[in-house]
């Protein structure tokens, strides 16, 4: 379901591949469109899975011939979502505003 992915991201105005969080064919099914266009944690879970599937059936051949390539297009897209901070080291108390809403840019 990889191109699916890619084609989603694409849809999503990204680059790589976002993997769905509902899904029946590798199209999003979510019936509720905010929740599965915000489900960027899919692409973690899903490389986390591939993960253990390797460790615990030491299928390197799968990695290989499909692993690589979905972990590859999976960080292309957190590389899309991803910005430098010049705010590295400083503390996270200073990059709080102040009252009940944090207004970060991420």
């Avoid at 191109?3 to 993997?19: D, S």
């Avoid at 064919?25 to 019936?31: F, L, R, T, W």
């Avoid at 905010?34 to 253990?52: E, P, Q, S, V, W």
């Avoid at 430098?84 to 840019?105: H, L, Q, V």
């Amino acid at each position: 379901m990889l191109e699916q992915a890619r084609v989603y991201a694409r849809h999503l105005g990204h680059q790589g591949a976002m993997f769905p969080w509902r899904t029946i064919n590798g199209d999003e099914a979510s019936a509720y469109y905010a929740a599965g266009t915000a489900a960027y944690h899919i692409n973690a879970d899903i490389m986390y899975a591939l993960r253990k599937y390797v460790q615990a059936t030491g299928d390197e051949q799968f990695l290989q011939d499909c692993g690589a390539e979905m972990l590859v297009e999976t960080a292309r897209l957190w590389l899309d979502l991803g910005f430098y901070s010049d705010r590295k080291g400083e503390n996270s108390a200073s990059m709080a505003s102040p009252g009940p809403m944090n207004t970060r840019p991420w």
